[in-house]
């Protein structure tokens, strides 16, 4: 019997899949990936390799739901999140990672806010080539009444991964 290189990547983490995400401050959580959109603005972010975040005009539909995304320049992942009144408001979202860029970072935040009323669309995108590591990624937000989310993400050599229809360079 032959088995796919995807079907045996669902079989050996579709459990973390399933265990990967908790939400206490969320109403509701979807997460995945998606072709990168044209962000539509920018803010400052100091603790964040790049200095800034971007914003995008809605929220981007995944390609694949779960947590396991394609290291591919032109892909992002994230989460939709809808918070619970008593979360909503202002945000710090953490991102932690595998060592990256010159000064090997793992860890990057920000300030931002997260309604009640619509899911909003928090994430990172892979834009520079530096930004392609593998390994255990994971992004959350903290409110001040608690964490919101945290939701565990395996980014894979995209060569391992079904292709995508973003048309991105892969790792591999």
């Given at each position: 019997m032959k088995v796919s290189i995807a079907a045996l990547l669902t079989l050996l983490f579709g459990a973390v899949s399933a265990i990967a995400a908790s939400s206490p401050g969320a109403a509701s959580l979807n997460y995945g990936y998606f072709c990168a959109v044209e962000p539509i603005d920018e803010a400052f972010a100091e603790g964040t390799i790049s200095g800034t975040v971007s914003f995008v005009a809605d929220v981007p539909s995944f390609i694949s739901e779960g947590s396991l995304v394609p290291a591919q320049l032109g892909i992002g992942f994230g989460v939709h999140v809808r918070a619970l009144p008593e979360f909503a408001g202002p945000v710090t979202v953490y991102i932690e990672h595998p060592p990256m860029g010159p000064n090997g970072v793992t860890k990057q935040v920000w300030?931002?806010?997260?309604?009640?009323?619509?899911?909003?669309?928090?994430?990172?995108?892979?834009?520079?080539a530096y930004e392609l590591v593998t390994g255990s990624w994971s992004l959350s937000a903290e409110a001040e009444n608690g964490t919101v989310y945290s939701v565990d993400f395996?980014?894979?050599?995209?060569?391992?991964?079904?292709?995508?229809?973003?048309?991105?360079?892969?790792?591999?």
């Amino acid at each position: 019997m032959k088995v796919s290189i995807a079907a045996l990547l669902t079989l050996l983490f579709g459990a973390v899949s399933a265990i990967a995400a908790s939400s206490p401050g969320a109403a509701s959580l979807n997460y995945g990936y998606f072709c990168a959109v044209e962000p539509i603005d920018e803010a400052f972010a100091e603790g964040t390799i790049s200095g800034t975040v971007s914003f995008v005009a809605d929220v981007p539909s995944f390609i694949s739901e779960g947590s396991l995304v394609p290291a591919q320049l032109g892909i992002g992942f994230g989460v939709h999140v809808r918070a619970l009144p008593e979360f909503a408001g202002p945000v710090t979202v953490y991102i932690e990672h595998p060592p990256m860029g010159p000064n090997g970072v793992t860890k990057q935040v920000w300030e931002t806010s997260i309604g009640a009323d619509e899911p909003e669309y928090l994430g990172y995108t892979f834009d520079m080539a530096y930004e392609l590591v593998t390994g255990s990624w994971s992004l959350s937000a903290e409110a001040e009444n608690g964490t919101v989310y945290s939701v565990d993400f395996e980014v894979l050599d995209a060569g391992l991964m079904p292709p995508t229809p973003c048309g991105a360079t892969p790792l591999s």
